[in-house]
């Protein structure tokens, strides 16, 4: 098997992840090639990704990920955030649109409820964050007004977790922000990972804690690039490998069953 794993320079918050990633494959046994950006872009994933998709595993950021699945000649999945069959765990109002439809009432100071705004599909276009005055237009104010958008009523948490998913089951879950003696409610945690319909074979549900004590989804993160806040490494790279071959439609090959 071989695993193409990105590479960052050091000093990026990508850059000692992928590097336990890559560490990880080879503990493994796995031949792992490093690759940045340009060489992507070269073709230099292409034999791999063509020739041979059931000895290979690309793993990345979200957007390196997504292009190497489009080179692959796959679909790519849809982007998961917040599935309608989770809405009783949502707790918020929650809606699709374009920058600029958003921005339009903050520019022209009218009165407007604060809301939360992240890039629906070009997570890198600008970090998620609450527009509640003008001032705030300006971290995306370089960005295309065109460029869609999750649009979300705000609400305060006081802790935020991820909920690791594999294999149908809850693995590890974990304090990534705030305070962590606020742990969510598990039977609102199971519940909603047994009403998750077309759910991957792996990915997370963030869950939020607000200062209510009420246990609110965050997110759904698929499974292809996760950020790991602790989970056993061989579980993780297990869940990267079995979510691959599942976008590429390839057999189950069973990984991650034993551990």
Known sequence: MRAYVQQFLKGDPNYLNLERIAYTFWERGYEVLRF??????????????????????????VGMVREAIKRANRSLPELLELPNCLKPWIGREYWTSTLEEVRQPFEKEEYTQPVHVKPLYEHKRFTGTVFREFRDLIPSAAVDGATEVLVQEVVEFVSEWRAYIFRGNIRRVANYLGDPLAFPNPVQMQAALEAFENRPVACSMDWGITSAGETLLV??????????????????????????????GLEDNGIGMGI
Not at 38 to 61: H, M, Q, W
Not at 220 to 246: F, P, Q
């Open 36 to 61: 940045d950006y340009p060489e992507f872009c070269k073709g230099n994933l292409d034999r791999g990704l063509l020739s041979y998709p059931d000895e290979t595993i690309v793993a990345g950021g």
């Open 219 to 248: 997110e759904v993160n698929d499974g292809y690039s996760l950020g790991n806040y602790g989970i056993d490494m061989h579980i993780y790279t297990a869940m990267i490998e079995a979510r691959w071959r599942e976008i590429m």
